[in-house]
């Protein structure tokens, strides 16, 4: 495995689990504790961890967005689980409103059966997709392109909204916590899935278990907002319980 293949694997271990010990390094890529500590060291040096006795913590603040690809590749059969039942609550002539995001992707993916929707999405990844659909009608919001999310925002992704009503909207987040919220990385994007908010009937979110509990960067809204969540069966009980009584509906993709 090349150097920059095992930063990617550390990289990914440390969102998931927040620390990696050297030892477990070592057996995971077969790789001497040597050239363990110099993927630290280097990672280390761009910011990206920092080392304590024995291995490593993740030292990425709330602001950090895994790149696209890399969450991409996070989670994945929990993401395609999730599409798999969210595709019930969307039928044939729904307005449909579809965040940016992987697992909003997933989704996308899974439309070419579902007739006369109208899909409004700021996610070039997610047109792309839907492009060559000639049952179901496309809107783009328009706006600045983010290079390597290619997800726009700015006012003029903002104000489609302010001028469009839709029945769902199937949002995704950074962060799902009891007290704060909805939270996500980018603040040009969190503005962007509030005006969402605002222009939609029903808010679905759709999101694997490792965000909840966590906070991003910037609010996106209250847990009042949403309606439906989406989630895997790895979601902590306790949290899937209190969101319950605060009267969120939980689907459990398994």
Known sequence: ????????????????????????????????????????????????????????????????????????????????????????????????????????????????????????????????????????????????????ELSLVGPFAERIFAELFVDKLFLGIGGLHLEAGLTEYNLEDAQVKRAMLCSAKECIVVTDSSKLGRIAFAAVGPISVMHTLITDDKADPAIVSRLEEMGVRVVVAS
């Open 1 to 148: 495995m090349l150097a920059e293949e095992r930063h990617q694997h550390i990289l990914l271990l440390l969102n998931e689990k927040g620390a990696v010990t050297v030892s477990e390094l070592c057996e995971q890529f077969g790789v001497s504790e040597m050239t363990v500590r110099r993927d630290l060291a280097a990672l280390e040096r761009k910011g990206l961890l920092r080392r304590v006795h024995g291995g490593a913590v993740s030292a990425r603040g709330r602001s950090y967005e895994p790149p696209f690809l890399m969450r991409s590749s996070q989670h994945a059969q929990e993401k395609q689980r999730i599409a798999e039942a969210a595709l019930p609550l969307i039928h044939d002539g729904d307005s449909i409103a579809l965040d940016v995001g992987t697992t909003t992707l997933e989704i996308a993916k899974r439309l070419s059966d579902v007739r006369n929707l109208t899909i409004v999405t700021p996610s070039l990844h997610i047109a792309n997709v839907l492009a060559d659909n000639p049952h179901n009608r496309i809107i783009l919001t328009g706006g600045i392109l983010r290079p390597g």
